[in-house]
């Protein structure tokens, strides 16, 4: 309560306060509103992205519910970058940029105006990790509130959505779709405002942040357009006006345990790579001790209980519809792999929240399984490690029906390199793509590699070629993928030592990751290697290349500043 103390006392200095209280009174407040706790909305909306598009309305309800509650409600917007519009291009470099802006324009916003806490609205994938970070920092009473997820496309019967367009490029180019079916699928594939349907980025990190305890019970999963999504922002106001009262902060409810709770959920619905560069933000950023190898832990106790998009067969609105996250959060912790007695912004502890959710979901689904009954009996995210990644990689292993492959190197120096080749139908079941130089300083900023994963797999060789690099990947990505190598190639990691048609395994049985070339060759090629020159010298890419962590420790801008 220190902040709204300190604002009340602008009522009370007379001649001291005077220039602090003007700025105020000209946007309409009375006397009596500095006693109120004034209250961010940091507010994601724009009209760049659908996963945006539909924010406004959830801001005016949240705005309103403060209001009404006896808190002032200060307004202030935040960036986005569209992942899907900006996939396969040069903008797509500053999507995990992004994340870091947004965290570092809502903790300028919220510690520059002394707010006394705050409610994130944020619907594309970037903008919940950078909320989540912001809120750790400035660790104000704050609440998460997502956007919404995206309603299903449909073309012809079948069932679409943002992935379903990007592997039509891939169909297209080898045959196996006709013009009018590749219009037909790009023009029907997003048919409303929300995020990308299936368990993708922004799915994950939402449904993350419920088992959290930062957003409300079951508001991870609704569809951006239905009025539910509108009266939980404005019940999410309510409550954090409550943590206002009893000074419940993010640090309280953010702790070890219930980051496990995250991750756990996680696991079990199949959730995006992704997670795990954002979850070591966030961890950070919380100062909680947390690594790499903390995922590979939870990943063997944790099965995959959802089967959701996209190694399986549903959207984030079939999960709503069968029960939601507290479902999934319930038969976890009925199986005694989630603490209960962590807090929620609600105030309730986790077992308190789920009290009254059903132990067994309901038999007319198919959505959710039971712990007995898995999609896999182990999650899905796994670390590998080995001399082409020592520091650890994440590889999505589910969906495969053999995650194991050795095969010859094809190599190339950047995502747009590697396109080409597939497009041009020069990769051949049993070849390992590796692109590099894509990392958080080489890159810069970390590309998502949907663009050439969703053309292999619409060729017809999703099960049959690897694809390594020290980029990233969507969370619509599956296939044998191997994402974050670290250290990247840019700072001289093994990955950018590996020659064209050098042998090398990838092995999600045995967590490996390996090039097949003796120790004393990989030594000459260190020794003989020399740092390319940036690709930017000026500006925020350049800013974000100079201080970026590896992708092991986040790939954050804050953890090794030299001061």
């Known amino acids: 309560m220190k902040r709204l103390n300190e604002r009340s006392r602008m009522v009370t200095e007379g001649v001291a306060r005077a220039p602090n209280r003007s700025m105020y009174y000209a946007m309409g407040y009375k006397d009596g509103d500095f006693t109120k706790p004034m209250v961010g909305v940091a507010n994601g909306h724009s009209t760049v992205t659908p996963c945006n598009s539909g924010l406004q309305k959830l801001a005016d309800a949240a705005i309103e519910a403060l209001e009404a509650a006896g808190a002032k409600a200060q307004v202030f917007g935040t960036p986005t970058i569209s992942d899907g519009i900006g996939m396969g291009t040069e903008g797509m470099k500053y999507s995990l940029v992004s994340r870091e802006v947004i965290a570092d324009s809502i903790e300028c916003c919220v510690n520059g105006l002394w707010q006394d806490g705050v409610v994130v609205i944020g619907g594309c994938d970037k903008n919940m990790p950078g909320g989540m970070m912001a809120m750790a920092r400035t660790n104000v009473p704050s609440i998460y509130v997502y956007g919404g997820t995206i309603q299903p496309g449909h073309y012809k019967g079948k069932q679409l959505n943002i992935v379903s367009a990007f592997e039509a490029v891939g169909e297209f180019t080898s045959g196996r779709l006709s013009e009018e079916d590749f219009k037909g699928i790009e023009q029907n594939a997003c048919p409303s405002s929300g995020s990308c349907g299936g368990m993708y980025t922004a799915n994950t990190m939402s449904s993350a942040f419920e088992a959290l305890g930062m957003s409300l019970p079951y508001s991870s999963t609704m569809s951006n357009v239905d009025a539910e999504k509108v009266a939980s922002a404005a019940e999410s106001a309510r409550v954090v006006v ?14 070890k345990k219930s980051i496990e709770n995250a991750v756990s959920v996680i696991m079990a619905v199949g959730g995006s790579t992704n997670a795990v560069l954002h979850f070591l933000a966030i961890t950070s950023a919380a100062d909680i001790d947390w690594s790499i190898d903390d995922f590979e832990r939870i990943r063997k106790r944790v099965p995959v209980i959802a089967d959701m998009k996209p ?35 609600t105030g309730k502890t986790i077992a308190e929240v789920l009290k009254d959710v059903p132990s067994v979901p309901r038999a007319d689904q198919k959505v959710i399984r039971t712990l007995d009954n898995p999609m896999y009996a182990e999650g899905h995210l796994a670390i590998l490690k080995g001399n082409i990644s020592p520091e650890g990689c994440v590889a999505k292993i589910t969906g495969l029906k053999n995650p194991s492959i050795t095969g010859p190197a094809r190599v190339f120096d950047s995502e747009d390199l590697a396109m080409e080749a597939i497009m041009a139908n020069k990769i051949k079941a049993g070849d390992i793509v590796v692109i590099r130089y894509e990392g958080p300083k080489g890159g810069p900023g970390m590309r998502e590699m949907l663009s050439p994963t969703s053309a292999l797999v619409g060729q017809g060789l999703g099960e049959s070629v690897g694809l390594i690099t020290d980029g990233r990947f969507s969370g619509g990505t599956w296939g044998m993928v191997v994402g974050h190598v670290a250290p990247e190639a840019y700072v001289g990691g093994t990955i950018a030592l590996i020659n064209e048609g050098d042998s090398v395994t990838i092995d999600a049985h045995k967590l490996l990751i390996q090039l097949n070339v003796a120790d004393d060759e990989i030594a000459k090629r260190r020794a003989a290697w020399k740092q390319p020159k940036p690709r930017y010298t000026r500006g925020l890419l350049a800013k974000y290349a100079s201080t970026a962590s590896s992708a092991s420790k986040g790939a954050v801008t804050d953890l090794d500043l030299k001061i």
Do not use: F, W
């Open 242 to 255: 409550e943590a206002v009262k009893n000074n419940l902060r993010p640090r309280d409810i953010i702790t």
């Open 311 to 345: 190694s399986g067969t549903y959207l984030a609105t079939d999960l709503h519809q069968a029960g939601g996250i507290p479902q999934i959060m319930k038969i976890l912790l009925d199986g005694g792999l989630l603490h209960g007695d962590c807090m929620t912004i």
